[in-house]
């Protein structure tokens, strides 16, 4: 059974950093391309990160509203994706999805249950 | 970055009603486009990916389909579980971009 868990959401202040981590089982975590989208309150979804796999260098594209603060990473031989966040801002306030490659045919796509980040003094 | 125009914003229909929705992309996306189902608290689901190919599982009643840069989403009959918020994403450049989603609610 394919799983994305994500951890590391919580409480934080303005300016401050936090990483959040996704854990994945159940397929090849190596092979698929991985993305962070996000939700604010109220709001709609944003797809903000995306790291590609080891044959494509793992190379990453941002949104522009995080390009310079969040930072995308994996570790494949710990099945994990990472998203360390700094200089947070309130607006970055969100449940935040770790998914397993965004637009991907079939039943390539698959979402975690996401982690909530809230960025208040 | 490619802007994602859904249309209506939100709508109220009754079961049983034939519903569409509309996205429509700022330049050419080729069929790169999904649709998303959300209810509250509740993870996405996609529905539909490449423009018109329904997700496994996915009730025959929701169906997708393009003209050039303009999107449909159309559900043919209107079950209970279908009020919720729907979303377009583009897939075809970065940034992804999603609609900003139409509420369906119940007449």
């Known amino acids: 059974e394919v799983q994305l868990v994500e951890s590391g959401g919580g409480l934080v202040q303005p300016g401050g950093s936090l990483r959040l981590s996704c854990a994945a089982s159940g397929f090849t975590f190596s092979d698929p391309y991985m993305d962070w989208v996000r939700q604010g309150p109220g709001k709609g979804l944003e797809w903000i990160a995306r790291?590609?796999?080891?044959?494509?260098?793992?190379?990453?594209e941002y949104a522009a509203s995080v390009k310079g603060r969040f930072t995308i990473s994996r570790d494949d031989s710990k099945n994990s994706l990472y998203l360390q966040m700094n200089s947070l801002k309130t607006e970055d306030t969100a449940v935040y999805y770790c998914?397993?490659?965004?637009?991907?045919?079939?039943?390539?796509?698959?979402w975690g249950q996401g982690t909530l980040v809230t960025v208040s003094s | 970055d490619i802007q994602m125009t859904q249309s209506p914003s939100a709508m109220s229909a009754s079961v049983g009603d034939r519903v569409t929705i509309t996205c429509r992309a700022s330049?050419?996306?080729?069929?790169?486009l999904a649709w998303f189902q959300q209810k509250p608290g509740r993870v996405p689901k996609r529905l539909i990916y490449t423009a018109s190919s329904l997700q496994s599982g996915v009730p025959s009643r929701f169906s997708g389909s393009a003209s050039g840069t303009e999107f449909t989403l159309t559900i043919s009959s209107l079950q209970p579980e279908d009020f919720a918020t729907y979303s377009c994403?583009?897939?075809?450049?970065?940034?992804?971009?999603f609609g900003q989603g139409t509420r369906l609610e119940i007449k």
């Open positions: 790291i590609r796999n080891k044959a494509h260098s793992f190379t990453t």
């Open positions: 994403l583009q897939y075809y450049s970065y940034p992804f971009t």
């Open positions: 330049q050419g996306i080729t069929n790169s």
């Open positions: 998914v397993r490659q965004l637009g991907g045919s079939g039943d390539g796509e698959f």
